[in-house]
């Protein structure tokens, strides 16, 4: 069965500080793996892809990486701003037809001042 | 380029009444995906369509649920006889037709159910 998991569900830390997100995942055939930010009440916006050959990939003052081998990724956030506060979802496609997607629970991060 | 568009942003229904809500993707997208989020929780993939077809329903329940896509407008979602645990956030997400921008999907605001 695919699946996504990410760690830790939340997550509070101090405006400027960096902070580190986990997923790991078990889908198969591995195709791409997206971060996106959920603001509350709003629709996840997307962050960064990966695709297999991937493994590094940045946007801004977030950084994504992709461990294809043991299926983890992580996302990275640098000097955290108070905007940063949202639900960051993990989400891994599967190929094969098409892109059937299976979504991480997120991890909802508040900066604090 | 307007984004995913989605209305109602807001719809409250009583009991047994029907729900429609209704997706304009972006501007040259063909594929629309309809996720369902409860409160407090993840996002659970409902339908894949693209124009006139259903390409993958798996997560929609059998009953009281379904969607289209039709050649002109909108994409509808319509629900039966709702009931309370139809209360929800539905978000309707489109791609464009192939290659590896497909890979993409771009979420449109989201409408929030309340049934009372």
């Known amino acids: 069965k695919n699946q996504v998991e990410q760690s830790p569900q939340s997550l509070i830390i101090l405006e400027g500080k960096n902070c580190t997100l986990q997923c790991n995942y078990t889908v198969s055939p591995f195709s791409n793996l997206r971060w996106y930010k959920q603001d509350t009440g709003r629709g996840p916006v997307s962050l960064t892809i990966m695709t297999f050959s991937e493994n590094t990939k940045s946007n801004g003052r977030y950084t994504a990486t992709l461990d294809a081998d043991t299926k983890q990724s992580s996302l990275h956030i640098t000097a955290s701003q108070l905007s940063d506060s949202a639900s960051y979802i993990c989400?891994?496609?599967?190929?094969?037809?098409?892109?059937?997607?299976?979504f991480g629970t997120g991890t909802k991060l508040q900066v604090i001042p | 380029n307007a984004g995913v568009m989605q209305n109602p942003r807001h719809l409250v229904r009583r009991r047994g009444q029907e729900a429609r809500l209704r997706c304009s993707p972006m501007?040259?997208?063909?594929?629309v995906y309809w996720y369902r989020q409860l409160p407090e929780e993840g996002l659970k993939f409902m339908v894949y369509?693209?124009?006139?077809?259903?390409?993958?329903e798996s997560g929609m329940p059998k009953e009281r649920f379904s969607a289209e896509f039709p050649k002109e407008g909108p994409s509808i979602l319509r629900i039966q006889q709702v009931v309370r645990g139809d209360s929800a956030a539905y978000f309707c997400?489109?791609?464009?037709?192939?290659?590896?921008?497909?890979?993409?999907?771009?979420f449109g605001p989201g409408t929030r159910l309340t049934v009372t």
């Open positions: 989400v891994v496609s599967a190929s094969g037809g098409y892109q059937k997607v299976t």
């Open positions: 501007k040259g997208h063909s594929h």
């Open positions: 997400a489109s791609s464009p037709p192939s290659g590896k921008s497909s890979y993409e999907q771009y």
């Open positions: 369509l693209q124009k006139e077809n259903i390409i993958d």
